[in-house]
């Protein structure tokens, strides 16, 4: 089931996260953060939970533009699935969840990124019609 993160999830994303970047001591999720995000009308993270277990997520960004009149476009996030639930669904649940809000909301594109070392997932999101060669991504990380 596809549901919107509660504060309570903050453990269970706190894990997946830490899948998804492992060694990374920075990582910290904040039930605070995730009622927060809750209230947010252009942001979302969304939990796929199976037999009361949260075994993934996506973080969605509804980010305004001025090309398209008054259509934002979206962009996607920390897509992570447990490893012992991949292949039964999880991940093609959660982007077609996502992708649903972007239509209700209008959206003009939905922009994933991933990381450059995660091919396999790269011919997951290439299955569901997501493209590698149309754009390039940059990133700079800030101290803090």
């Given at each position: 089931m596809i549901r919107e993160a509660e504060p309570t999830d903050a453990g269970a994303l706190q894990r997946l996260y830490e899948l998804l970047v492992p060694h990374n001591p920075r990582i910290r999720v904040l039930p605070e953060r995730l009622a927060r995000?809750?209230?947010?009308?252009?942001?979302?993270?969304f939990v796929d939970e199976r037999e009361g277990q949260v075994v993934g997520t996506v973080l969605?960004?509804?980010?305004?533009?001025?090309m398209?009149?008054?259509r934002p476009y979206a962009l996607?996030?920390?897509?992570?699935?447990?490893p012992g639930a991949r292949?039964?669904?999880?991940g093609r649940a959660l982007l077609e969840h996502a992708e649903r809000v972007c239509r209700e909301h209008g959206c003009t594109k939905v922009m994933l990124l991933s990381g450059v070392h995660r091919t396999e997932a790269h011919a997951f999101f290439e299955r569901?019609?997501?493209s590698?060669?149309?754009?390039?991504?940059?990133?700079?990380?800030l101290p803090r």
């Open positions: 995000l809750r209230e947010d009308v252009d942001n979302f993270c969605l960004h509804l980010c305004p533009d001025v398209f009149e008054e996607l996030e920390n897509l992570v699935v447990d292949g039964r669904g999880s569901l019609g997501y590698g060669s149309v754009s390039r991504a940059f990133k700079k990380y």
